[in-house]
């Protein structure tokens, strides 16, 4: 279902990513679209400190759908930075939408890197240019943006997936940046997904905050938040389907492929968690409401001291009940089953391993994917989220990353 042939799937889309001012690596990036009548939407993180990327995108947002490029600049988030930062990332887009002909709000800006420092504008507005005049179609140039974009990532991630609407082939394509500062309220990280398909801003809207619910909003590295998060959705219609304009099978069939992809592109996140040696999925099931399943899954999946058990390949499932019970959700725990790797570590309540079968269970903990499972017995609610271990290596980064 998912292809790994990425960015490049979408036709109609030129890449750029260059390196700025002294920079040793790629630093600006830019997507633009030769496709005039491109739309987007987007959304954004709920952190109370916005930083001017995300403020400027949001006002853009308010004037119009149409969306023909997206500028990102990383190793400075350009968060907290004041008036001077707001119209410093004003000066970029200006300088996009005149270098590409095109107006200021049909640009999405976004930052990513150290909070509290102000731009090398000049730096940066060269880069813009630079970028601009190198813009071209292409596997390599689209590899140019994403590694433009990455941070504390370790590897690209990108993806696509292809499908039919009233026989004509649609593609979904995206990348992902991100590999710290992970728990979104949103998407904590920055995300571009392109489309062919014909379909209405408003109804992208729709579909993209379907997904993002049961995605991007299930995923966490670290337990915080960015002041930075964005997803990009741009929709050029090359497709040429019968536009998508109102709920129904075509909308549906949409809808479920970019979930599919988005799905795919959040747990790609996880997987280049800073210093991650362990995939975990949690699933909390059979609860009353869709917000219990949702707080003790995070309870869990943020706990330290399950990541860390987790991290030295150990079966301490008391920690697991620890998060449940700080959850606080007054759920009544006596008649839980929890499970492990398929183990069913505690069943109705009560202790459920004996001695050879935790010998087992223990094992199976030098796999990198880590599955737990707790049914609640109380409900027909539940979630999927997905997470990762702490390691030395994460505590490594993010004390020598500069701040």
């Given at each position: 279902?998912?292809?790994?042939?990425g960015?490049?799937?979408?036709?109609?889309?030129?890449?750029?990513?260059?390196?700025?001012?002294?920079?040793?690596?790629?630093?600006?990036?830019l997507?633009?679209?030769?496709?005039?009548?491109?739309?987007?939407v987007?959304?954004?993180?709920?952190?109370?400190?916005?930083?001017?990327?995300?403020?400027?995108?949001?006002?853009?947002?308010?004037?119009?759908?149409?969306?023909?490029?997206?500028?990102?600049?990383?190793?400075?988030?350009?968060?907290?930075?004041?008036?001077?930062g707001?119209n410093?990332?004003?000066?970029?887009?200006?300088?996009?939408?005149?270098?590409?002909?095109?107006?200021?709000?049909?640009?999405?800006?976004?930052?990513?890197?150290?909070?509290?420092?102000?731009l090398?504008?000049d730096?940066?507005?060269?880069?813009?240019?630079?970028?601009?005049?190198?813009?071209?179609?292409?596997?390599?140039k689209?590899?140019?943006?994403?590694?433009?974009?990455m941070t504390?990532?370790t590897?690209?991630?990108?993806?696509?997936i292809?499908?039919?609407?009233?026989?004509?082939?649609?593609?979904?394509?995206?990348c992902?940046?991100?590999?710290?500062?992970?728990?979104?309220?949103?998407?904590?990280?920055?995300?571009?997904?392109?489309?062919?398909?014909k379909?209405?801003?408003?109804?992208?809207?729709?579909?993209?905050?379907a997904?993002?619910?049961?995605?991007?909003?299930?995923?966490?590295?670290?337990?915080?938040?960015?002041?930075n998060?964005?997803?990009?959705?741009?929709?050029?219609?090359?497709?040429?389907?019968?536009?998508?304009?109102?709920?129904?099978?075509?909308?549906?069939?949409?809808?479920?492929?970019?979930?599919?992809l988005?799905?795919?592109?959040?747990?790609?996140?996880?997987?280049?968690?800073?210093?991650?040696t362990?995939?975990?999925?949690?699933?909390?099931?059979?609860?009353?409401?869709?917000?219990?399943?949702?707080?003790?899954?995070?309870?869990?999946?943020?706990?330290?001291?399950?990541k860390t058990?987790?991290?030295?390949?150990?079966?301490?499932?008391?920690?697991?009940?620890?998060?449940?019970?700080?959850?606080?959700t007054?759920?009544?725990?006596?008649?839980?089953?929890?499970?492990?790797?398929?183990?069913?570590?505690?069943?109705?309540g009560?202790?459920?391993?004996?001695?050879?079968?935790?010998?087992?269970?223990?094992?199976?903990?030098?796999?990198?994917?880590?599955?737990?499972?707790?049914?609640?017995?109380?409900?027909?609610?539940?979630?999927?989220?997905?997470?990762?271990?702490?390691?030395?290596?994460?505590?490594?980064?993010?004390?020598?990353?500069?701040?």
């Open positions: 279902m998912i292809n790994k042939a960015l490049t799937a979408v036709k109609g889309f030129k890449y750029a990513g260059i390196n700025a001012g002294d920079s040793k690596k790629k630093n600006i990036g997507i633009y679209s030769t496709t005039e009548e491109t739309y987007g987007a959304v954004y993180t709920k952190s109370d400190v916005l930083a001017a990327p995300v403020m400027i995108s949001k006002e853009n947002d308010a004037i119009t759908n149409k969306k023909r490029a997206v500028l990102i600049n990383s190793g400075n988030a350009n968060a907290f930075t004041g008036k001077k707001f410093d990332a004003k000066s970029c887009t200006n300088k996009a939408a005149i270098l590409l002909d095109i107006k200021p709000e049909e640009v999405y800006i976004g930052s990513t890197g150290i909070i509290g420092r102000e090398d504008v730096s940066i507005l060269n880069g813009v240019k630079k970028s601009a005049k190198d813009l071209m179609e292409g596997e390599n689209a590899l140019d943006f994403i590694e433009a974009i504390t990532d590897r690209v991630k990108q993806a696509s292809s499908f039919e609407i009233d026989g004509k082939p649609v593609n979904i394509a995206s992902a940046k991100g590999a710290g500062m992970i728990m979104p309220n949103m998407a904590t990280m920055l995300c571009v997904i392109t489309t062919d398909a379909i209405t801003p408003t109804m992208m809207s729709k579909a993209l905050n997904s993002v619910e049961h995605t991007f909003n299930c995923i966490t590295i670290d337990g915080d938040t960015s002041t998060d964005s997803i990009f959705l741009l929709s050029n219609g090359l497709a040429n389907n019968e536009i998508i304009d109102s709920e129904g099978e075509n909308f549906s069939i949409f809808t479920q492929k970019l979930h599919l988005m799905e795919h592109m959040a747990k790609e996140v996880v997987n280049d968690g800073e210093g991650i362990k995939f975990i999925t949690i699933k909390v099931i059979n609860t009353p409401t869709r917000e219990n399943a949702k707080s003790i899954a995070f309870s869990i999946g943020n706990s330290p001291l399950v058990t987790f991290y030295g390949q150990q079966l301490n499932w008391g920690r697991i009940l620890m998060a449940i019970g700080k959850a606080q007054g759920l009544n725990c006596n008649i839980i089953d929890i499970y492990v790797n398929g183990f069913r570590v505690v069943g109705d009560e202790p459920a391993l004996s001695s050879e079968e935790f010998k087992k269970a223990e094992q199976s903990l030098s796999d990198r994917n880590i599955d737990i499972l707790i049914d609640f017995k109380q409900g027909d609610d539940k979630i999927t989220v997905w997470t990762c271990d702490y390691s030395i290596d994460y505590i490594k980064i993010n004390a020598n990353y500069i701040t």
